[in-house]
Structures are given as C-alpha cells and as structure tokens.
C-alpha cells in the first residue's frame, strides 16, 4: 500500500469516526482506484469546471467518502471540510451532490445512473470534436442492475473509445448475485477489457492511460475493505457502521501493520 | 402533432446545432430528413428508455440540447427515477417528448394506454409538465421551452384538436365566462369533446396545455363556482386541487385498468368522455 492510500484510509476512518456515518468497506476497495483516476486524468483542481479536464464519475455513488479525501488530497478543498460529513446542511453528503462539492461531476447514489450519464458525456465530447475521455467507476453489486448492461450496448453501437468503464470487482455480491467471469461478460458485449490488481496504483495509471479503440473495461479486482482485517472479514456487519473511539484506535493499528 | 414535432424541430435545428435527437426507435421514419441533414445530431439509441433518459442528462451536462423521444409509458413509468434523478436532481435539463398518450393506441391493450404521465411528473421538482392540444400548441410551446435548462415533458397526441386560441407557456385560457356558477376545466386534445359538449350550456370554460406550472391566477378567478376537471388522464385535476379551498370535482379516469380494445373513440365513449355523455355529466351539475 502507498503512503499517500495509507493515508486516504486514515482520513476517511477518522472521518467515519467523527460523523458517525460511511460505507468505509467499499470505500477503502476503491481507494487506489479513484487516486489513480485523478493522477491520469486531465483536470485543474483550482478550476474545477476547466472547459477541456476529463470527467469522472463515481456510479458507485455510496463510496463518496473516498471521494472526497481523493478531492481534498488534489486540492479541490481543504480536507477538514469533510468534518462535517452527513451532517444536516452539510456541503458533504454520504452521496455527493455535484452542485455542492467541486469536482463531483454528478450527484449519483441510486445504482445504475451514473453510468448511463456517462455515455452521454462520452457522446457529447464526440459530437464536439473534444479530445475529452470519461471514466466512470461501477461496483460489481451495482452491475445487478439491468441498466448496467444496457448502457453497455449503447455506447459499444454508438462507438464510444473515448469512455473508460472502472469494474471494482471486490465480489460484495457473494451472498446475492454474484457475477460470474465478468471479463468474459463484458468481452461477449464487445468491449475491449483488462484485468488489473485495483489495489496497484502503478498497475491502474498504466491501464488508465493505454487508449483504446472501443468501449474499454478495466476489471479491478479488489477486496472489500482492502487495509484492515477486521473490515475484510466482517464486510457485511461493517457495510454501514463508523468506528467509536476503541475501534478506530484498532482499525488505524491494522492499517499500520498492513496485515492485509 | 408527430408531424408539427418533426417540422418544429427541423427549423430549430436549422439554426441550433445544440439540438440533438435521441429516440427509442420509434418515429425514426418521420425523422429520416432529420438523420440525413444532421447524421451527428440524430442517435437511434435502441428500445432502453432508461438510457435514452440517463444518455439526455449526459448530453446536457455538456450543454446540449437533448430530445429524447419514444412511447410515453414506458419512458414515463419505466424511466421515472432517470427523469426524476438523472435530469431533475442534477439539473441537467432537456426534452421529453412522446407519442401515445391516453388512449392514442386503444386497439394496443392497457400495456401501451397513458394516464399517469402527467400526474407523476408534475411531482418532480423543477420539472416542466405540458400537454399541447394542437399543432399550433405544440409548435410555439416547444420553441419556448427547448432550451431553457429545465426537463421539459411534451405529451404528444395523434388526435389533436384544432381549436384555435392564444398560447403560452404555463398560461391557461378562459373560453368562456358566462359568470355561471359552474366551472368545466380541461386539458389537451379531449377539449375538442369538451366545448362541443358545453358550447351551449351555461357554464364556463377553462382550458390548460401547461399542466405544470399550472396558471393558478386563472383557476383562482373562478374559486366561487363549482369546477368540473373533465380530462381523460390523471394530473390536471391534482394540480388544480393544490389550490385551497376550492370546490372541485373530477370527471375522466376510473380506478381500474382499461382492458378493452378499440379506437379512441371507442375507449372515450365506455368512459364517458364522448361529447354525448360529458354533456350529461356537466347537466346534472348545473
């Protein structure tokens, strides 16, 4: 693990710690994952609506947390904003809102949209003659959803090589419905995949930046809870829980260890 | 009204080149012209009403001018949370436009019939809700509300009527005010039903084609009568009951699923919306 993604995961415990709000299990599987967007993509955290960055979008619209430490981290805001996560008029809501928090492209939080809205994005930037790319990031449960798969079909028909779909696949949907060889999946639809370690920063930038000449996706096989024992072991229980003050203090011990 | 849709649309896209088609192959016949002016503005995007909607946010994020056209059942019902979150919510603004409204395909069964679209958008904040009940409705609504950021909703009918009267947007029209104690308020293309039924008889007339935001400066004017809502669709009546203290009763929409087949006509006749029998309904009021 990084310094810098150690890092993140502390922020986002204490942040946790302090609300008493966060999905932190599926937020620290994403966490290599959105700082490595950030570090390829083009953007200007002083000037979050630069008329020519790339977009991101996070679909898995829950991992907001990560988010926003990932924002903070690149400048968009201090990181002592996120104090006040989930609080009443709070800026920094348990899903973001894009009108609320520079550089959240869009609000998202019901599973599926994201996605969707990205095609259009991706579409946009082709009837505009801009070099601009889009990635959105989907979680393995969020492809339960039809609509996933619909989109799918859209932007492979409609030729979108300027869209990145991100696949957390930290296999959260074990006890539901699980997808099975999703690069088989995603291949059979036509797009172009790669499978990466998602908790490999060098090995996510080197895939994020290798062009495509259709729809790709990037497979990042992950651990739900990626950092610390107990979140990996007990997901489920964790899935919406903040640590009290005894168990922040084990979870950052965990973290140091790097047990896992 | 298909027709005054695509004719609208071509001379706007004349001069707009933010205007892009989205459609759920449906009319993709009426808009060959269109395709082959404009081959990067028209996408046939397939039967995915939810992507057509979520694909619309997209395109308007960037500042186009989204029309997402299809059947309006099942972009309305199916793609609601779409509308409601991926347009609405992120106020990525853009056009819904429909074909198949009420009972528009009556032989198609109670699959493809129509009612609640107004009723349940016009619960989405921001949202713009407008039924035109003629060409010339449709054409000057839609020219000034394409582009003006907000998720504009256009219920397009095959049977329009072709009563010509002042337009516009969110302005209801008195039809006439005989200073009876009786109101009949409608909406759309029953209207046609509706003054050829109450023409003669000594009671007012109030039609809407902007459901949301309705003209309450309008209904206020006749809060001391008995309004009569005739509409052959949910929404106008609830939208005029948000008015307090009004007397208002409600004729058109039973509480059950049309399970027969037919033309229009015939659908409008077994639910009392034929001239003969709203006739007979506005009578026992007056």
């Known amino acids: ?260 | 009204m298909r027709k005054q849709f695509r004719d609208t649309v071509m001379d706007l896209a004349e001069r707009d080149n933010k205007i892009i088609m989205v459609l759920g192959d449906i009319s993709v016949y009426f808009f060959n012209e269109f395709k082959k002016k404009y081959p990067d503005r028209f996408y046939n995007m397939g039967i995915c009403e939810n992507t057509l909607v979520s694909v619309a946010a997209g395109l308007s994020s960037q500042g186009l001018y989204p029309f997402v056209h299809t059947i309006a059942p099942f972009v309305t019902e199916r793609s609601l949370e779409q509308i409601k979150l991926d347009m609405c919510y992120n106020n990525f603004g853009g056009n819904i436009v429909t074909c198949g409204a009420s009972f528009d395909y009556a032989w198609d069964g109670a699959t493809h019939h129509c009612y609640t679209d107004l009723a349940i958008l016009r619960l989405l904040p921001g949202m713009e809700v407008i039924q035109p009940g003629s060409r010339k409705e449709m054409d000057i609504l839609m020219r000034s509300c394409y582009n003006n950021g907000k998720t504009t909703y256009f219920r397009l009918s095959d049977y329009p009527h072709d009563i010509d009267m002042p337009v516009e947007f969110g302005k209801g029209v008195v039809f006439k005010d005989c200073g009876a104690s009786v109101t009949v308020m409608t909406a759309g293309p029953i209207f046609g039903n509706v003054l050829a039924a109450c023409k003669d008889l000594n009671v007012n007339l109030a039609y809407f084609h902007t459901i949301k935001p309705i003209d309450k400066e309008l209904i206020s004017k006749f809060r001391e009568t008995r309004i009569l809502v005739v509409h052959d669709a949910f929404g106008l009546y609830e939208a005029i009951c948000e008015i307090p203290n009004l007397s208002v009763s409600y004729h058109g929409m039973p509480d059950e699923f049309c399970d027969f087949y037919g033309t229009v006509h015939d659908i409008r006749r077994k639910l009392g919306l034929d001239e003969v029998s709203i006739r007979d309904v506005v009578k026992k009021l007056i």
Request: proline share 3%; aromatic share 8%.
């Open chain 1, 1 to 260: 693990m990084t310094p810098i993604c150690k890092n993140l995961r502390k922020d986002i415990l204490n942040f946790s710690h302090i609300s008493g709000h966060g999905h932190i299990p599926s937020s620290f599987s994403v966490v290599e994952i959105i700082y490595a967007v950030y570090e390829s993509i083009q953007h200007r955290p002083k000037e979050p609506k630069w008329d020519k960055r790339d977009i991101f979008i996070l679909s898995k619209g829950h991992a907001a947390l990560t988010h926003y430490c990932v924002l903070a981290e690149a400048g968009y805001f201090d990181a002592s904003c996120i104090s006040s996560f989930g609080a009443f008029l709070s800026n920094f809501g348990c899903h973001a809102c894009r009108c609320k928090v520079p550089g959240v492209e869009v609000s998202t939080g019901s599973l599926g949209h994201g996605i969707g809205i990205s095609v259009g994005i991706a579409l946009a930037a082709k009837i505009q003659k801009s070099d601009r790319r889009v990635f959105v990031l989907i979680g393995d449960g969020e492809a339960n959803e039809g609509v996933v798969w619909e989109s799918i079909m859209v932007a492979i028909n409609i030729k979108l090589d300027n869209l990145v779909v991100i696949y957390d696949n930290n296999t959260s949907q074990l006890r539901g419905l699980q997808i099975l060889n999703p690069e088989e999946k995603f291949m059979s639809f036509g797009c172009s995949v790669a499978n990466v370690n998602g908790h490999d920063v060098d090995a996510l930038k080197s895939e994020l930046a290798k062009k495509s000449d259709k729809l790709k996706v990037i497979i990042a096989n992950t651990k739900k809870g990626y950092g610390c024992k107990t979140f990996v072991e007990n997901h489920h229980e964790w899935h919406r829980r903040s640590p009290n003050k005894a168990e922040l203090a084990h979870l950052l011990g965990e973290l140091d260890a790097e047990a896992i």
